[in-house]
């Protein structure tokens, strides 16, 4: 019931919409329907398979229909509205998760994705440049390539949308008096996470701290100048912030302190927009992260496009001050002109995460009165909090997948465990005949610990797959598509995974 409440402005703007639309003589919905299958040697399926399908297939073997009916806005309109639903159902495996409990002592709890579930709902709709969304939408890197790239450090696409009021402009839009060589693109979004029963089912009550009830607040603003030009350059920043909710500490079994709840009110939201400290020792309200981002484009006379690009990440003041090193992602892309080639994109990654200040932090600020001047920032622990979950939504890492996520971690510790890292990704794509798309994808990922306490051994994965998909002639608009995908290693372990999809998509003119 608490997902169909924090759904409600999502149905009053989809009902407006289809009550209040300008008359038309046609009514474009689209449709789609999926049946997808897949079968993995290991505890997950392998990780090619699960990065960046927002949260839909994570267990071992799945059977899964999925329906799909949307309308999208029309950008050559200066007023328009669009709507979308789209449901998952079927059957996955389970995985069992540690437990503790004080008078027993350790168990294991089963537990599996739910056999059915709303993937999105939402309606919006936009003026001139400017959009406003309600509902659960699925949102993917604003930045990086939605097909190639390893995943964006902020808000990927990796996991479930999260019911949320987003407002912004729709693409890029020109800043006046620049005519034309300076544009700008922003969003602000809030929202309620809806995964409480996720965590507390698969919290292992044997340590650290498990949060219910959190919210959810999203902010991006970027530059770029003239796209036309041969040459054009992207600069600006992300930021996100979980917020609210109640905290509960356990320790061997026990609760070790009183809830704790965090206020829900104007002032806190106006803090998950600007952060503001505290008094005392408090810090930010929240728990804050986000990445610097920056793309060069350079377009030749042939038609072929090169980029260049990185994401640095920051969760506090050292890290918005690039004072953790070479910390980020680090990319180049490559497109030719022509779809119909047998390689047509290509992208090579490299992420590193090791620069992270060890765990001693000492502000003098935090402590009024206090007679030493000298500070240490430490304490980093990317997508970690003392305070709030881990950055992920039903265990999914809502930033990038590279770092192996809370969902992983069978044993019931439901933090980033590993998140001081390095890894290289690298994928190509293509057309082998028409109507015959591939893709192929590899990867290496090694974790040494996290920000605050390092791992007795390194863990590590090496991972590759590739996919193919056939868009059938015979009948219009049904497809066929076939994956194998192989980890070797122990991030979270070793497995071998196929997934094959059939789908069929249409249109309807009401």
């Given at each position: 019931m608490k997902t169909f409440k924090s759904l409600t402005p999502a149905l009053m703007v989809a009902a407006a919409m289809l009550t209040w639309g300008e008359a038309r003589a046609?009514?474009?919905?689209?449709?789609?329907?999926?049946?997808?299958?897949?079968?993995?040697?290991?505890?997950?399926?392998?990780?090619?398979?699960?990065?960046?399908?927002?949260?839909?297939?994570?267990?071992?073997?799945?059977?899964?229909?999925?329906?799909?009916?949307?309308?999208?806005?029309?950008?050559?309109?200066?007023?328009?509205?669009?709507?979308?639903?789209?449901?998952?159902?079927?059957?996955?495996?389970?995985?069992?998760?540690?437990?503790?409990?004080?008078?027993?002592?350790?168990?294991?709890?089963?537990?599996?994705?739910?056999?059915?579930?709303?993937?999105?709902?939402?309606?919006?709709?936009?003026?001139?440049?400017?959009?406003?969304?309600?509902?659960?939408?699925?949102?993917?890197?604003?930045?990086?390539?939605?097909?190639?790239?390893?995943?964006?450090?902020?808000?990927?696409?990796?996991?479930r949308p999260i019911p949320e009021v987003r407002i912004g402009f729709i693409d890029f839009q020109d800043i006046p008096l620049t005519n034309g060589w300076v544009q700008i693109q922003g969003e602000l979004g809030y929202g309620k996470m809806?995964?409480?029963?996720?965590?507390?089912?698969?919290?292992?009550?044997?340590?650290?701290?498990?949060?219910?009830?959190?919210?959810?607040?999203?902010?991006?603003?970027?530059?770029?100048?003239?796209?036309?030009?041969?040459?054009?350059?992207?600069?600006?920043?992300?930021?996100?912030?979980?917020?609210?909710?109640?905290?509960?500490?356990?320790?061997?079994?026990?609760?070790?302190?009183?809830?704790?709840k965090t206020k829900v009110n104007l002032k806190a939201f106006w803090n998950a927009l600007l952060p503001m400290r505290g008094s005392g020792e408090g810090f930010y309200e929240g728990n804050h992260l986000g990445s610097w981002d920056f793309m060069a484009r350079y377009r030749f006379v042939s038609g072929h496009e090169v980029k260049a690009y990185f994401e640095w990440p920051w969760e506090d003041g050292s890290g918005i001050g690039r004072r953790n090193g070479w910390d980020g992602l680090w990319g180049l892309e490559w497109h030719a002109p022509d779809s119909n080639l047998p390689i047509h994109g290509a992208v090579a990654e490299y992420i590193d995460m090791t620069n992270q200040s060890g765990p001693q932090h000492f502000a003098p600020g935090d402590f009024p009165g206090n007679t030493i001047g000298s500070e240490a920032t430490g304490g980093d622990d990317y997508y970690n909090n003392q305070f709030y979950n881990a950055y992920a939504n039903y265990g999914m890492s809502i930033g990038t997948p590279m770092l192996?996520?809370?969902?992983?971690?069978?044993?019931?510790?439901?933090?980033?465990?590993?998140?001081?890292?390095?890894?290289?990704?690298?994928?190509?794509?293509?057309?082998?005949?028409?109507?015959?798309?591939?893709?192929?994808?590899?990867?290496y990922r090694v974790g040494y610990g996290n920000g605050r306490v390092m791992l007795p051994e390194n863990i590590h994965s090496t991972s590759v797959a590739v996919d193919v998909k056939w868009k059938m002639a015979c009948v219009k608009g049904l497809s066929l598509t076939g994956m194998l995908a192989y980890d070797h290693g122990s991030m979270p372990g070793n497995s071998f995974g196929a997934m094959v999809s059939l789908t069929y998509s249409g249109n309807l003119n009401l």
């Open positions: 046609d009514y474009p919905l689209s449709y789609e329907a999926t049946l997808t299958g897949t079968g993995s040697t290991g505890d997950f399926t392998p990780y090619y398979i699960n990065a960046l399908r927002h949260g839909k297939v994570t267990a071992a073997n799945n059977a899964l229909i999925e329906g799909k009916l949307q309308r999208e806005m029309e950008t050559d309109r200066r007023f328009s509205y669009g709507f979308g639903a789209d449901f998952l159902a079927g059957w996955s495996s389970a995985n069992n998760y540690a437990i503790y409990n004080a008078e027993s002592g350790w168990g294991e709890r089963s537990c599996h994705p739910p056999r059915i579930w709303l993937q999105q709902l939402y309606g919006e709709v936009k003026y001139r440049g400017v959009f406003l969304t309600a509902g659960m939408k699925e949102h993917s890197s604003a930045l990086l390539s939605p097909t190639l790239s390893s995943g964006d450090l902020v808000e990927s696409g990796n996991a809806t995964d409480s029963d996720w965590w507390t089912d698969r919290y292992n009550y044997y340590n650290y701290h498990v949060v219910t009830g959190e919210w959810y607040n999203y902010k991006r603003c970027y530059f770029r100048t003239k796209p036309s030009e041969r040459f054009s350059v992207t600069l600006g920043m992300q930021a996100a912030a979980t917020f609210g909710g109640t905290r509960y500490v356990y320790n061997r079994g026990e609760m070790t302190r009183e809830p704790e192996m996520a809370p969902i992983f971690n069978l044993d019931g510790y439901l933090a980033y465990v590993a998140n001081r890292m390095r890894g290289f990704h690298v994928a190509l794509e293509g057309q082998i005949l028409p109507g015959l798309d591939w893709r192929a994808m590899g990867g």
